[in-house]
Protein backbone atom coordinates (compact mmCIF):
# COMPACT_ATOMS: atom_id res chain seq x y z
CA UNK A 1 0.00 0.00 0.00
CA UNK A 2 1.20 3.34 -1.11
CA UNK A 3 1.48 6.58 0.90
CA UNK A 4 0.35 9.59 -0.53
CA UNK A 5 1.78 12.25 1.99
CA UNK A 6 -0.09 15.08 0.14
CA UNK A 7 -3.40 13.15 1.32
CA UNK A 8 -2.44 13.46 4.61
CA UNK A 9 -1.46 16.85 4.66
CA UNK A 10 -4.78 17.77 3.64
CA UNK A 11 -6.56 15.54 6.32
CA UNK A 12 -4.55 17.37 9.01
CA UNK A 13 -5.17 20.81 7.22
CA UNK A 14 -9.18 20.27 6.83
CA UNK A 15 -9.01 19.24 10.89
CA UNK A 16 -6.96 22.11 12.08
CA UNK A 17 -9.33 24.60 9.92
CA UNK A 18 -12.34 22.84 11.79
CA UNK A 19 -11.31 22.96 14.81
CA UNK A 20 -10.42 26.61 15.04
CA UNK A 21 -13.82 27.61 13.46
CA UNK A 22 -15.11 25.94 16.17
CA UNK A 23 -13.07 27.81 18.53
CA UNK A 24 -13.37 31.14 16.76
CA UNK A 25 -17.52 30.75 17.10
CA UNK A 26 -17.16 29.26 20.49
CA UNK A 27 -15.20 32.66 21.55
CA UNK A 28 -17.72 35.13 19.78
CA UNK A 29 -20.54 33.14 21.51
CA UNK A 30 -19.28 33.68 25.02
CA UNK A 31 -17.53 37.47 24.32
CA UNK A 32 -19.02 40.26 26.59
CA UNK A 33 -17.75 43.82 26.07
CA UNK A 34 -14.94 44.94 28.03
CA UNK A 35 -16.05 48.45 29.83
CA UNK A 36 -13.90 50.83 31.10
CA UNK A 37 -14.78 53.97 33.42
CA UNK A 38 -11.95 56.17 35.12
CA UNK A 39 -12.69 57.41 38.80
CA UNK A 40 -11.49 59.62 40.97
CA UNK A 41 -11.33 60.70 45.25
CA UNK A 42 -9.21 63.48 46.42
CA UNK A 43 -10.18 63.28 49.92
CA UNK A 44 -10.92 60.51 52.27
CA UNK A 45 -14.03 61.89 53.07
CA UNK A 46 -14.45 62.48 49.97
CA UNK A 47 -16.98 61.56 46.72
CA UNK A 48 -16.14 58.89 44.01
CA UNK A 49 -16.11 61.29 40.77
CA UNK A 50 -16.53 59.90 36.76
CA UNK A 51 -13.60 61.46 35.11
CA UNK A 52 -12.06 61.17 31.63
CA UNK A 53 -8.55 62.16 32.52
CA UNK A 54 -5.76 60.04 33.50
CA UNK A 55 -4.23 59.89 36.66
CA UNK A 56 -1.90 62.33 37.76
CA UNK A 57 2.13 60.50 37.86
CA UNK A 58 1.50 61.49 41.97
CA UNK A 59 -1.42 59.60 42.30
CA UNK A 60 -2.13 55.89 43.62
CA UNK A 61 -4.86 53.97 40.91
CA UNK A 62 -6.45 50.80 42.23
CA UNK A 63 -8.18 48.59 39.45
CA UNK A 64 -11.43 46.37 40.48
CA UNK A 65 -13.96 45.51 38.07
CA UNK A 66 -17.80 45.42 39.84
CA UNK A 67 -20.65 44.30 38.41
CA UNK A 68 -24.02 46.08 37.19
CA UNK A 69 -27.29 44.91 38.65
CA UNK A 70 -27.36 42.68 35.06
CA UNK A 71 -24.13 41.25 35.70
CA UNK A 72 -22.11 43.33 32.72
CA UNK A 73 -18.35 43.87 34.42
CA UNK A 74 -16.93 46.88 34.28
CA UNK A 75 -13.09 47.79 34.74
CA UNK A 76 -12.80 50.79 37.32
CA UNK A 77 -9.68 52.26 37.21
CA UNK A 78 -9.71 54.51 40.70
CA UNK A 79 -7.29 57.44 40.76
CA UNK A 80 -6.53 58.22 44.45
CA UNK A 81 -5.28 61.81 44.19
CA UNK A 82 -2.52 63.49 46.22
CA UNK A 83 -2.19 66.06 48.32
CA UNK A 84 0.68 68.20 49.88
CA UNK A 85 1.69 67.40 53.29
CA UNK A 86 3.99 69.47 56.04
CA UNK A 87 6.35 71.79 55.20
CA UNK A 88 8.37 70.34 52.33
CA UNK A 89 4.77 69.71 50.56
CA UNK A 90 5.62 66.18 49.93
CA UNK A 91 2.86 64.44 47.92
CA UNK A 92 0.81 61.89 49.72
CA UNK A 93 -1.99 59.91 49.45
CA UNK A 94 -4.67 61.01 51.97
CA UNK A 95 -6.20 58.05 53.66
CA UNK A 96 -7.91 59.15 57.17
CA UNK A 97 -8.89 61.32 59.05
CA UNK A 98 -8.47 61.73 62.71
CA UNK A 99 -11.01 62.59 65.14
CA UNK A 100 -9.16 66.01 65.50
CA UNK A 101 -9.65 66.90 61.82
CA UNK A 102 -6.33 66.24 60.83
CA UNK A 103 -5.75 64.61 57.36
CA UNK A 104 -3.13 61.41 57.44
CA UNK A 105 -1.15 60.78 54.33
CA UNK A 106 1.07 57.86 52.71
CA UNK A 107 3.15 57.21 50.08
CA UNK A 108 1.69 55.25 47.64
CA UNK A 109 2.84 51.41 47.93
CA UNK A 110 2.15 51.47 51.60
CA UNK A 111 0.40 49.39 53.66
CA UNK A 112 -1.79 51.91 54.53
CA UNK A 113 -2.89 52.78 50.83
CA UNK A 114 -3.36 48.70 50.51
CA UNK A 115 -5.79 48.91 52.74
CA UNK A 116 -7.31 52.05 52.06
CA UNK A 117 -8.20 50.97 48.19
CA UNK A 118 -9.43 48.08 49.60
CA UNK A 119 -11.72 49.80 51.82
CA UNK A 120 -12.78 52.04 48.82
CA UNK A 121 -13.44 49.20 46.49
CA UNK A 122 -15.69 47.79 49.24
CA UNK A 123 -17.31 51.85 49.35
CA UNK A 124 -17.91 51.64 45.27
CA UNK A 125 -21.71 52.04 44.28
CA UNK A 126 -22.21 53.15 40.62
CA UNK A 127 -24.92 55.86 40.63
CA UNK A 128 -27.94 55.00 38.37
CA UNK A 129 -26.74 57.29 35.62
CA UNK A 130 -23.20 55.81 35.47
CA UNK A 131 -24.89 52.19 35.23
CA UNK A 132 -27.55 53.19 32.44
CA UNK A 133 -24.76 54.68 30.54
CA UNK A 134 -22.17 51.59 31.18
CA UNK A 135 -25.09 49.15 29.99
CA UNK A 136 -25.56 51.17 26.55
CA UNK A 137 -22.01 51.24 25.53
CA UNK A 138 -21.90 47.81 26.42
CA UNK A 139 -24.68 47.30 24.01
CA UNK A 140 -23.14 49.55 21.42
CA UNK A 141 -19.66 47.68 21.65
CA UNK A 142 -21.50 44.82 20.89
CA UNK A 143 -23.57 45.81 17.91
CA UNK A 144 -20.15 47.42 16.13
CA UNK A 145 -18.52 44.71 16.46
CA UNK A 146 -21.32 42.37 14.89
CA UNK A 147 -20.89 44.96 12.12
CA UNK A 148 -17.23 44.91 11.65
CA UNK A 149 -17.27 41.25 11.89
CA UNK A 150 -20.18 41.19 9.01
CA UNK A 151 -18.21 43.88 7.18
CA UNK A 152 -15.15 42.26 7.19
CA UNK A 153 -16.30 38.80 6.10
Known sequence: MVI???EGARRISLLIAGVSTAITLYVAYIYEPYIIANYSISHPNG?????????????????FSPKTKSGKAVAINLCLLA???GKDND???????DENNLVWGAQTYSSEISQ??????????????????????????YKNIQVKSMVSA
Do not use: G, W
Open 91 to 97: RLIPYRV
Open 116 to 141: YEKQLESLFKMSIEDEAKFEEESVNK
Open 83 to 85: MSF
Open 47 to 63: QFSRTENDCPSDAARHY
Open 4 to 6: NIF
